[in-house]
């Protein structure tokens, strides 16, 4: 086994790395790693439909899809990510209970009753501290995790609050669990470094022929590479999201209602609808028209909508209030 460190984080770097390391690498690894405010989504998700879009861009939150399924997980330094990769010829490749065991066994090992409950959730008194996922490629497991650790748990939940019945899709929703962090219920006073070091310890210990490997220039190169032309892409953060549809009603004052309504595909708007109570000189069917075939997200939006004198369809409204109402 190559117990890996890397000590960037950069979750767009992060996340290729783990790709690079699951297709690259003849040896298991191991790895401890940690992103920077960043929200990382499933394979599966519809991204748009699992962020708090305005507090992620008013915080610089980065957004970043995984290779493996699951839900949206968001995370700061005081977040500590796992990732195992491994050969392996059993049939049963997904085995949630098998990697997250090394955790347990540490933090059991320091007196935290910490357990593991449901599909692929740890929990201390019932509160859950890490998530798990995993991604098969060939007969290789790719399972990682997130171990709360001194996360800050509001800029979690406000990250990952979303208006869910402004989306009707088939992507995977993520569940809200009630979340704690492992500091809270340590007898000691470490901080989460130091607790990353009891863990690669620990690793080391039970796996005796395990040697710390540093990445060369060379595997640098390459994950540097993956990750300026894949993973810090919008098209495979949010346009590789499934076909949705869209729906967000605004009320203003100077125009009355407005019902907006899209129906995306792979990122890309292919029809808008708008509905409503309000008026205007020309008709906003041509608004509706420019918009099909634009990427849904906001540059490209509000370079059409900045075309339009928004004035002329929509009574007393300007673009900077209207395009709140695409997201």
């Known amino acids: ?152 748990i509001p800029d979690l939940s406000e990250a990952l609050k979303v208006d869910s019945s402004k989306f009707a899709d088939k992507a995977v929703k993520s569940v809200r669990s009630r979340v704690t962090n492992i500091r809270e219920h340590l007898k000691e006073e470490i901080d989460v470094m130091q607790f990353a070091d009891r863990i690669e310890r620990f690793i080391a210990e039970k796996n005796p022929e395990a040697i710390f490997y540093e990445l060369t220039q060379d595997d640098l190169s390459h994950i540097r590479e993956l990750r300026d032309s894949k993973y810090a892409t919008w098209g495979w953060n949010f346009g590789y999201s499934p076909q949705y549809n869209f729906k967000k009603v605004m009320r203003t004052a100077g125009s009355g209602t407005l019902e907006i309504n899209l129906d995306v595909h792979e990122g890309v708007i292919q029809q808008v609808k708008f509905f409503g109570d309000y008026f205007g000189i020309l008709d906003s069917e041509e608004i509706e028209q420019a918009l099909v075939g634009v990427d849904h997200r906001d540059e490209t939006v509000r370079l059409i909508l900045n075309s339009f004198d928004l004035s002329k369809y929509f009574a007393n409204l300007s673009s900077e209030e209207l395009i709140p109402g695409f997201f």
């Open 1 to 152: 086994m190559l117990i890996i460190r890397r000590n960037t984080i950069d979750p767009f770097f992060n996340l290729a790395a783990e790709e690079y390391i699951l297709k690259n690498f003849e040896e298991d690894t191991f790895a401890l790693w940690r992103n920077d405010k960043s929200i990382i989504v499933g394979k599966h998700q519809n991204t748009l439909a699992e962020i708090n879009q305005d507090y992620v861009r008013e915080n610089n939150i980065k957004v970043v899809r995984r290779l493996s399924g699951g839900g949206a997980v968001f995370h700061d330094l005081g977040n500590l990510n796992f990732t195992f990769t491994q050969t392996s010829q059993d049939e049963n490749l997904i085995n949630f209970r098998k990697y997250t065991r090394p955790i347990l066994d540490v933090l059991q090992l320091m007196g935290v009753d910490a357990r593991f409950e449901g599909r692929n959730d740890l929990t201390i008194d019932g509160k859950k501290f890490s998530g798990n996922a995993m991604h098969i490629w060939k007969n290789k497991v790719l399972h990682h995790g997130t171990l709360l650790f001194s996360a800050e």
